[in-house]
Every structure is written in C-alpha cells, then in structure tokens.
C-alpha cells in the first residue's frame, strides 16, 4: 500500500491530510491521452479529476466513521489504483464495522445524486460532453462500489465480512475464515478468467480458419459449385449455415489434391 513518502500534500480538512503519489500523475497523462471520447481533452481531464475526487470521498468516509468511534484516522494517500484511507478503529467488532462499510455508502449515496444530476442536465445541457462525463461518472461510481464489495480480502467487501463474523467467532477465527474465502474467490476469479481466454482463443482460431477456408484459392472455385449462396467467399448468415457441410467437404478435397 503507498505511503506517505514519495506523496505529495494536497490539503488537510477535519486534521486528515489528503496525499498524492507521484506516480498518479504518470498514469493520468496516460489515460487522458488515450481517452478519445471526448471533444475536447480538458473533458478527459476532469473526467479524470472526478473519478479521484469520488475515490477520495470514498476514503473520508472511512475516516471519518473510524473517529467518530474513537479510532484513528489522519491520513489519505491517492495512487494510481485508488485510495487508501489510514485507519486504527478500536478493537471491537460493531467500530470495525462501521468503518469500512462507510467508504461503500458513500458510493452508494453519490448514485441518486449523479442520476438526479444526469436526469436535469439532458434538456438544458448547452454540451453533450457535459452528459456523457456525468453518464461516464455515475457508471465508475457504481464500478467503484460493486468491485469494493466482493468478499476478498483486503478489498471492503472482505473486511466487512470479517467484521460480521467477528460478531460469531472472535476476532482471530474471523481472519481466518476471511482469508480462505478470499482464497477461494482469487482462485475461481483466475479460473473463470482462465476459462474466458482460452474461449476466446478458441473462436479467434475458429474465425481464422473459416477466413482461410473461404478465402483460399482453391475453394473459390469449388465454392460457386457447392455453394452457389456464397459470393467472392463473402454470404449472409443463412447461406454460412446451409452450406457449411460443403466447406467441410471443400476442405478434405483441397487438402488431398494439395
């Protein structure tokens, strides 16, 4: 998790001084110039600005929820993968609790704001970049908030469960189970990811074959004979379905006269 160091000041309101890592500056210029969406850049920039403005909100909430159950909590450090709220609750399951699930609620209570915002913009926008950078935003929010919540640890979702258990089996037994839940979600995240790639590199390969065949020499003659729906190897979806038995035969009989 960044710290401090190599951060700078931006500014400190109710004694929580708000950081920024160097590094989040690299990564903007990235993403504002490879953001095309907009008109004009300075679109993408404030895009860009907002999205942190709601991930440090975000951690405020945190930090304040964590004093105002009489932990600690002075320090908010922005990277280039969001935020990071320093926080020392007490030791209590129910002052645990409420600290982390304060950042979620924050998200959650931006979202009817940024929908009442979207809703009275449309007929009085002078800019369709003003619309799009508050669709843009409610949708990031809403991003923000679903990923935050999956129970992986050390992720909202997961520490919030820790705190519920931690009401059942203690504090220890509580870490416990939420790593292994944690584990477990890592391990079917990667599996379906896994899953995904190779599906994905299947039809890729499925398509370039196809692409091949149909485009080969020696089938174009073969296909105005077997497949007269076929035009330049080019066809509507019907005639793709009605003749790809030919295309099989096409390719045993190129194949052998090769």
Request: proline share 6%.
């Amino acid at each position: 998790m960044p710290r401090a160091q190599g951060a700078i000041r931006l500014f400190t309101i109710f004694g929580i001084s708000v950081f920024v890592h160097w590094s989040w500056f690299l990564v903007a210029l990235y993403e504002v110039d490879r953001t095309k969406q907009y008109s004009s850049v300075w679109w993408s920039v404030l895009e860009y600005v907002a999205i942190f403005a709601i991930v440090t909100l975000h951690e405020f909430g945190h930090a304040l929820a964590c004093r105002q159950v009489g932990g600690v909590a002075n320090q908010i450090v922005l990277w280039p993968l969001g935020g990071v709220a320093y926080v020392s609750p007490p030791p209590r399951p129910g002052a645990t609790l409420w600290s982390i699930v304060a950042g979620p609620l924050v998200n959650l209570a931006l979202i009817p704001v940024l929908l009442v915002t979207l809703f009275l913009s449309r007929p009085i926008s002078p800019s369709p970049n003003f619309t799009l950078f508050i669709q843009q935003l409610n949708l990031i929010n809403v991003i923000l908030l679903v990923f935050n919540i999956i129970p992986i640890y050390p992720l909202d979702g997961g520490k919030i469960l820790r705190s519920v258990l931690w009401f059942f089996v203690g504090r220890a037994q509580s870490l416990m189970a939420t790593t292994i839940v944690g584990f477990v979600g890592v391990a079917g995240m990667a599996a379906r990811i896994v899953d995904d790639v190779q599906a994905f590199r299947r039809e890729g390969l499925g398509q370039l074959l196809d692409d091949e065949v149909v485009h080969s020499p020696c089938h174009q003659g073969r296909l105005k004979h077997f497949a007269p729906g076929w035009k330049d190897g080019r066809s509507n979806e019907c005639g793709r379905q009605r003749h790809s038995l030919s295309l099989s035969r096409l390719e045993r009989g190129c194949d052998a006269s090769a």
